[in-house]
């Protein structure tokens, strides 16, 4: 496997089945924008604070969920609806928004020291939303598989996930002038982006499901 592989098969699997992750993620991408926009509003800062954090940690884990399980099923030849996948994923709410609630804790805190820290952090748990959807694991079993199966993963993962998100990083700095300029512009934008970034876990999947479960050497 190398990173522009995996990248042309997500790519393929997201632009192959967009008329179906529109209506099963955009909804919830757009309420998330809106909601973190009017906790901006109100706050008087254009960043992303605490409680714009908390409203992320809401939608965050069903429309993820969504994604996964929607992989999930085309990977094993099932096919749900999506009143029937929304439902699943509000199922696995309470555990995926306390995985994604401490995921989120332990890459701020990374990122606090230097950066590099928190990206390690990021790679490192790639795998534990597919791990406590896939795998039923609770939170915490999920992230502590995650450090083991990204073993000898790890820049395979990094390069990947540059690839994907350097483009978004670059953006950002545009899209808070915007916020500030035009709220409603700035949803819209926030909602592009955050529907892009599906194509992270689309790939992420794809090198989850590729690599074999065994021990290896630590990264």
Not at 22 to 51: R, T
Not at 193 to 215: H, K, N, W
Request: charged content about 10%; aromatic content about 12%.
């Amino acid at each position: 496997m190398n990173p522009i592989s995996i990248l042309r098969d997500a790519w393929y699997f997201y632009s192959r089945h967009i008329g179906a992750l529109l209506p099963l993620c955009l909804p919830w991408i757009v309420f998330e924008s809106l909601v973190q926009q009017q906790i901006n509003q109100a706050s008087g800062s254009p960043q992303i604070g605490p409680w714009g954090l908390a409203a992320g940690l809401v939608f965050y884990p069903i429309y993820t969920a969504s994604l996964i399980l929607y992989m999930s099923d085309r990977g094993e030849g099932r096919q749900r609806g999506m009143g029937e996948l929304w439902n699943a994923a509000l199922r696995l709410w309470p555990a995926f928004a306390l995985l994604s609630a401490l995921t989120s804790l332990l890459i701020v805190i990374g990122l606090s020291l230097l950066i590099l820290p928190g990206i390690y952090v990021m790679i490192k748990l790639a795998f534990a939303e597919f791990l406590l959807i896939g795998n039923g694991l609770r939170p915490i079993d999920a992230m502590r598989e995650s450090f083991r199966r990204t073993n000898g993963h790890f820049f395979l993962l990094l390069l990947t996930a540059l690839a994907i998100l350097m483009p978004v990083w670059l953006a950002d700095g545009w899209v808070t002038q915007v916020s500030q300029e035009s709220p409603l512009y700035a949803v819209l934008l926030n909602s592009i982006s955050g529907f892009f970034q599906l194509l992270l876990t689309v790939a992420a999947y794809r090198i989850f499901i590729l690599c074999p479960d065994e021990e290896l050497p630590p990264a």
